[in-house]
DNA sequence: TAGATTGTTAATCGATTAACAATC
DNA sequence: TAGATTGTTAATCGATTAACAATC
């Protein structure tokens, strides 16, 4: 174990572990190796055995990694052995598939409340929850303490939204605009475009 | 120029720069430097004229780059000069937000075909498209000759269809099922998946 | 012309891979 | 014990940055 800095790009492949863990676990496997673990998520595993020793001894020689053990472990790592509220703002329909997306649920999230900038959304409900009022963001995500935001609105309120979310606390924002934000460097994005990701891929076509 | 193989990490980029040239543009602008873009997108200037300069001299000494040109020779490169069709597999809600999304519009997609493995929801619409049934996936993939497709199904059953997808000759998958795929080389992944996005963020928490 | 900014080189920095001693 | 697999080292490979001549 070293725990020094960590590269970003280690911390970005610890969640992919953790989700081939989780599906190993639920398939009731007990231990796994890097070599099949790599095979899973393609990645080598001479990466994979470097990536988990950053933070410690957690396998054994000859027999590998007990899956429980490391889920775990993994799971304090990416403090993710909790749950965190998180805020969505936009109520369209992405808005409306992550209310209703599952996947959030034993993964450490959880929706909060849901803020909309448009008056004729503002009191209708979505799933269990009511629309709150754009306007009143700030004072209301601070008085949740909520650190994680996701905001699915058009591009050209994402900014200011951005920047509102910003000095209310919260410190990481998952963004499914179609714009690169300028957050502090204390402020963690992370950029969800469909048409970003397929352009990425049609090069190769 | 040199036009050799060019690495994937700078592909990855080039849809960034592409959609803030094309907000840009919107804007009324003209031309900008690899100083002002990199601002936009938060790359340092000489990573992006490195970048750019692996595929022609699109700049000018002193006065930069043409906004619309620069626009155009990216089109090009990531082959988004034209307009790709698209097959949507799972009309679940997140399937439905992506066929309400506005987002492929002027950016070189359109979803073709909309397919479910329910037969309860097969011959319902989604927007203009009847949902078809999966079990007819790799003939009409294959009648439609569509080589890009979006994954909007549930993890157990994601692995299944890429194979039936690849087996239809498709060679680009968005996939939004929290699970890695086993794919051949020759076909192209991209990861959609909310929790992984949040957790690689929560790290730094 | 003077100022600005590109494209490119060389230097630095960081990530990945291969190999293997240690050891379960 | 014999076989398997880790954690780690050293070598390789690749990406980023700084600097600047070229030139618009």
């Known amino acids: ?3 020094e800095k960590i590269p970003d ?16 676990a639920d398939n009731g496997l007990k231990t796994t ?13 001479a990466q994979i055995r470097k990536d988990i020793s950053q933070f410690g001894d957690f396998g054994k020689q000859g027999t590998g ?9 993994l799971r304090e790592i990416l403090k993710v052995d909790r749950v965190w509220d998180v805020v969505l703002v936009g109520a369209g329909d992405m808005g ?29 409900k979505v ?11 700030v004072e209301k995500v601070k008085a949740l303490d909520v650190k994680v935001a996701m905001l699915t609105i058009p ?12 000095q209310a606390g919260v410190k990481a924002i998952l963004n499914y605009a179609p714009i690169s934000l300028n957050v502090p460097d204390h402020v963690k994005v992370q950029y969800i475009d469909p ?11």
Do not use: W
Not at 97 to 119: E, S, T
């Open 155 to 166: 591009a050209t309120a994402a900014q200011a939204v951005a920047e509102k979310l910003v």
């Open 96 to 124: 409306h598939a992550l209310v209703n997306y599952q996947g959030f649920k034993n993964r450490g999230f959880r929706i909060a409340a849901i803020f909309d900038a448009d008056k004729n959304k503002v009191g209708r």
């Open 9 to 24: 790009i280690i911390v970005g492949r610890l969640p992919i572990y953790l989700r081939a863990l989780q599906r190993m």
């Open 127 to 137: 799933g269990e929850f009511v629309i709150e009022d754009a306007e009143n963001l």
């Open 1 to 3: 174990m070293k725990a």
């Open 195 to 205: 048409s970003t990701h397929l352009q990425r891929m049609t090069y190769y076509l």
């Open 33 to 45: 190796s890097s070599q099949e673990l790599g095979e899973r998520v393609g990645i080598s595993a």
């Open 65 to 73: 990694y007990s899956i429980e053990y490391l889920l775990n472990k």
